[in-house]
């Protein structure tokens, strides 16, 4: 049975080990207006695309999500199964460790979670997308208040970029509307301890390496925020570098990305950057891994395409970029969702080459 008895935030995450430094954005003074805290979201989101955000107000729904995946986590399998994700794109629901793959060797990974779509949560008792575990259920107020509040913080990120891309006010609020079937969803994810009945050791890459636990990927949507309990992990791949570098956890401060939809939208001018997860430094490679990711995606039945028609700079922007001139043509939000998570399915797995196809806007085939 998952124990989360360790005191956190953990203070062993090496202080030595080198580490790729994030922008720190104060949200309080975001969304009070400060222009210069604007100033650097927009150039976290313009370069890396990852950062840190503290004072967002979420710390303390954190380990009440915590304690619904570790009751929802010692289930027995045969009563998880039913809200099992299954094989045709669905996110939403329970997923076993070792049900999708890693990379383009057939690797699977090392985690189990429990993803609540934003619009059952907001919806309860009824039924948009799928039905959870009864251990879901009994905490979907505790589900909800953590869904509402991150959705707003992302939005109140998208709302105050909008000018300085030359988009309209609220031109990505109507993408991500209340309502609109959609991708966002909270997560809640464990990597057991070595020794624990459901511990799953990484596979081998072709390098000899041990393989991710979460593979190398950009995220499927507009925004994502991680929270984690001072374990590490985490790594991001720099622009124009070959080397993995690991993200120092730092308490207080959740991680946020650009994901592929909000890269697209803009043009590519916000950067939707290659990252995974593999297993922490030592000590903490010995302990279980927690982490609480809330992704904010738009509406399935949106364009997947630069919003050229609503803003100069991004047309200016997307014309000379050649991965927004590479994207496939009728791509929608969902389809564009939903394709990546049936393909990157173990099951569905037919070659190297469906690793690929399950590709986002980071695809190179440089990157396994």
Avoid at 179 to 207: C, H, Q, T, W
Avoid at 267 to 284: A, D, E, M, W
């Amino acid at each position: 049975m998952p124990s989360v008895d360790i005191k956190y935030p953990r203070t062993d995450f090496p202080e030595d080990l080198e580490c790729h430094p994030l922008l720190v954005v104060d949200f309080a003074k975001v969304k009070a207006g400060d222009e210069a805290e604007i100033d650097q979201l927009y150039n976290a989101c313009t370069n890396l695309g990852f950062f840190y955000l503290k004072n967002h107000g979420i710390d303390d729904l954190t380990e009440p999500m915590f304690e619904m995946g570790k009751s929802t986590f010692s289930l027995p399998a045969e009563e998880l199964l039913p809200f099992e994700q299954g094989d045709g794109g669905m996110s939403a629901g329970y997923k076993f460790a070792g049900s999708t793959n890693v990379d383009a060797h057939g690797n699977v990974d090392t985690v189990q979670f429990i993803n609540v779509a934003k619009d059952d949560a907001l919806a309860y008792p009824e039924v948009r997308q799928r039905t959870y575990p009864q251990t879901v259920n009994d905490r979907m107020s505790t589900v909800t208040n953590f869904i509402r509040t991150s959705d707003n913080v992302l939005q109140t990120l998208m709302e105050v970029l909008e000018p300085r891309i030359g988009l309209p006010k609220g031109t990505l609020a109507a993408l991500h509307k209340e309502g609109d079937i959609s991708g966002s969803e909270s997560r809640v994810i464990l990597k057991s301890a070595p020794g624990d009945k459901n511990y799953k050791a990484e596979g081998v890459d072709a390098d000899g390496n041990p393989a991710a636990a979460i593979g190398a990927h950009t995220d499927f949507g507009s925004f994502s925020m991680l929270h984690g309990r001072g374990c590490g992990g985490l790594q991001v791949l720099p622009p124009g570098t070959s080397k993995w570098q690991h993200i120092r956890p730092l308490p207080g401060h959740a991680v946020c990305n650009v994901g592929d939809t909000l890269a697209v939208y803009s043009g590519n001018i916000f950067k939707s950057n290659i990252h995974r997860v593999v297993p922490p430094p030592p000590p903490q490679n010995q302990d279980e891994r927690w982490s609480l990711v809330y992704f904010i995606r738009p509406g399935f039945n949106n364009p997947l395409t630069p919003l050229s028609d609503k803003s100069e700079i991004i047309r200016a922007h997307a014309e000379k970029d050649p991965a927004m001139q590479a994207l496939p043509k009728g791509e929608t939000a969902g389809s564009w969702f939903q394709r990546r998570i049936k393909l990157q399915r173990a099951k569905n797995r037919t070659g190297p080459e469906t690793w690929a196809q399950s590709r986002g806007t980071e695809h190179a085939p440089a990157v396994a």
